[in-house]
């Protein structure tokens, strides 16, 4: 039952252009929703996040849009630069457990051709 | 400020044997988790804290026990390590704000044989 879901293992982007990584979620209490950016031999490190009430949050050249009626969220790079290769996790949580219990989708492996 | 800090980095452990994820942290948030992430999947919640003294299960608890006895520390323990156990575990810190990000470890590497 896997509640969040990237169905694309991985992406390949030439520098200069956009990356667009996806995600799906199951769950309507999900309401917040976030990225995280892994490299190999470290943990993740936080990126982005947006809460329910918004369908889009932006900080420098990343930007999160989310599509509530459609249960989708994507984060979009641009431009997209090598030191952006990295492992991309999606995580959701919900209100009521008041826990902050993240989700997480299987990741996309983005790689930056120079 | 380490943030968040996990020891050992890597560890081979053989079937059967037992050990103990250290996790501490120094940025005295409330909430603390253990996670682990095997080959092409996401990372499966095994165990939070919301508190000193308050443990519970995540996603996949089987063959872990946690406790939580200070705010700043929150080991993992194996009991009969299993071939399955083998994976990366990270362990994470959060506030009590609500909506917010989870800070993670440098993670361990555990195998199994």
């Known amino acids: 039952d896997q509640q969040v879901k990237q169905n694309s293992p991985s992406l390949s982007v030439q520098e200069g252009r956009i990356s667009i990584l996806n995600c799906d979620y199951t769950?309507?209490?999900?309401?917040?929703f976030l990225w995280y950016k892994k490299y190999p031999a470290e943990g993740p490190t936080f990126l982005i996040s947006?809460?329910?009430?918004?369908d889009k949050n932006e900080d420098g050249r990343f930007t999160v849009f989310l599509n509530k009626s459609a249960k989708h969220l994507s984060l979009h790079i641009v431009p997209s630069q090598p030191g952006d290769s990295a492992v991309y996790f999606c995580?959701?949580?919900?209100?009521?457990?008041?826990?902050?219990?993240?989700?997480f989708g299987t990741g996309t492996l983005l790689a930056v051709q120079p | 400020n380490a943030g968040v800090t996990q020891t050992p980095k890597f560890r081979i452990l053989k079937i059967g044997q037992s050990m103990t994820l250290q996790c501490a942290q120094d940025?005295?948030?409330?909430?603390m988790y253990w996670y682990r992430q095997d080959p092409g999947m996401g990372l499966k919640l095994i165990y939070y804290?919301?508190?000193?003294?308050?443990?519970d299960k995540g996603e996949v608890p089987n063959g872990y026990n946690v406790s939580r006895s200070t705010t700043e520390d929150f080991p993992l323990r194996l009991e009969l390590a299993a071939p399955s156990q083998t994976s990366v575990y990270f362990c994470?810190?959060?506030?009590?704000?609500?909506?917010?990000?989870?800070?993670f470890g440098q993670g361990t590497r555990l195998t199994v044989v």
């Open positions: 995580a959701a949580s919900a209100k009521g457990g008041a826990t902050n219990k993240l989700i």
């Open positions: 769950n309507s209490m999900f309401d917040y």
């Open positions: 947006i809460s329910s009430i918004k």
């Open positions: 940025m005295n948030h409330n909430y």
């Open positions: 804290s919301v508190g000193a003294g308050i443990t």
């Open positions: 994470a810190t959060g506030t009590t704000s609500g909506n917010t990000e989870a800070f």
